[in-house]
């Protein structure tokens, strides 16, 4: 009986484990990932649609994403930083252009174990995430993603042809399939 669920669920099963063995092969280096969210939270006076709930899905759905040639490393932080110079909830175009400042500002303390490449990526991914569709580069587009994954928090349903990833395309299609995955990687 239901033999579709449990086909479902032993897919969604090994997906899961590619997840956690890429979070493995990838971590983040000498980064302390909750430094990182603590300076996000630091004077944030938006609440939660922009706020730390947002960035922790948006880490889930870019943890979902990556590929093995995505920078893991680059999408975590980018989950934390992309909207922490946001003054407005709706209409903020340029709040991405502040926050790749910011990071450029945080170069040598909270992210002085980033490479040049990967400083470059992040503030790239932050400064153009509002204003760029895709950029060809798949840390960058991953981020994006990840992002937009996160549409219905504020009553867009994410379109495929939107997604910068064929992934992100995949599962802006199968919405379904990717709220099943993102539900088992959080009860993980």
């Known amino acids: 009986m239901f033999k579709w669920f449990h086909r ?3 897919n969604h099963s090994k997906h899961l484990s590619e997840f956690k063995e890429r979070l493995v ?4 280096a000498s980064l302390d990932i909750e ?5 996000a939270l630091k004077d944030w006076e938006l609440g939660e649609t922009h706020g730390l709930p947002h960035w922790q899905r948006v880490e889930r759905n870019g943890i979902i994403l990556a590929t093995s040639e995505v920078n893991i490393t680059v999408v975590r932080l980018f989950a934390y930083l992309h909207d922490k110079c946001r003054i407005d909830n709706s209409y903020d175009v340029e709040h991405g252009k502040r926050a790749a400042n910011m990071i450029n500002g945080i170069r040598h303390t909270l992210l002085k174990e980033l490479t ?4 470059e990526l992040l503030s790239k991914a932050c400064e153009l995430h509002t204003t760029t569709l895709r950029t060809g580069n ?3 587009d991953t981020c994006f993603d990840a992002d937009r994954l996160d549409l219905e928090r ?3 349903i994410p379109y495929p042809n939107k997604m910068a ?6 599962y802006a299609k199968n919405l379904g399939e990717f709220y099943d995955l993102a539900v ?5």
Do not use: W
């Open 154 to 156: 504020v009553g867009i």
């Open 25 to 28: 092969m990838q971590e983040l």
């Open 8 to 10: 479902r669920k032993d």
């Open 138 to 140: 798949l840390t960058i």
């Open 165 to 170: 990833t064929s992934k992100g395309q995949y």
């Open 35 to 39: 430094a990182i969210k603590q300076f």
């Open 184 to 188: 088992l990687l959080t009860m993980e």
């Open 116 to 119: 040049d490449n990967e400083l």
